[in-house]
């Protein structure tokens, strides 16, 4: 009989994870969710108690949830993507990926439009109007790379840079989807 924390999988490896790859995957989780969610601006949010404070007209921007945050992001990254294009680039199943476009349109983040040559398709693609959004979103992101990675040296940011892009190309091939 074998103990469980010696157990090998098929890839020749331990079957328990190390203490080190069960935090950096937390991590990884944690800065997911932090990176997915489209934060309001502050100066959004004073024009919104303003307006609230002067009684005038116009609703709150929906704060997205971080699921539909991604998928945004993903629809950015592409341009245009159906609703199975997208439920396969986010790694989730087409039903949830149906939910996620929904609170998407809800929002006004999303147009979808009938395909010309197979009206059965169904094509997703940014509001330009939400698209400013997304990009504030991506220059947040940037700003907190950057400063991050600001008091590593360059053979660590390379490592950063590699670890980031082998733990892709691992998921990716586990998902099924091409880089």
Same mark, same amino acid.
């Given at each position: 009989? @074998?103990?469980? +924390? =010696?157990? &090998? +999988? =098929? ?11 069960? /935090? @950096? ?15 309001? +601006? ?11 404070? @002067?009684?005038? =007209? ?42 996620? !476009? ?31 959004? !997304? /990009? ?9 790379? &950057? ?21 892709? /190309? ?6 099924? /989807?091409?880089?």
């Amino acid at each position: 009989m @074998t103990d469980d +924390t =010696s157990a &090998e +999988t =098929s890839t020749g490896r331990n079957a328990r994870l190390s203490d080190e790859a069960l /935090e @950096t995957s937390r991590l990884l989780v944690v800065l997911l969710h932090a990176a997915y969610a489209i934060r309001r +601006t502050d100066d959004e949010e004073a024009g919104d108690a303003a307006r609230n404070g @002067t009684g005038a =007209s116009g609703p709150a921007s929906p704060v997205l949830s971080s699921h539909a945050a991604r998928a945004a992001i993903h629809i950015y990254q592409y341009r245009e993507r159906t609703v199975g294009q997208l439920a396969s680039g986010l790694g989730i199943s087409y039903g949830w990926a149906s939910r996620v !476009v929904e609170e998407l349109e809800a929002a006004d983040y999303v147009i979808r439009e009938r395909d010309s040559d197979d009206r059965r398709v169904v094509r997703l693609r940014l509001n330009p109007a939400k698209l400013k959004d !997304v /990009e504030r979103a991506f220059e947040w992101h940037g700003r907190a790379v &950057e400063d991050a990675l600001d008091p590593l040296s360059e053979s660590e940011r390379e490592a950063v840079r590699a670890f980031l892009r082998r733990l892709t /190309e691992l998921l990716r091939r586990d998902q099924g /989807e091409r880089p």
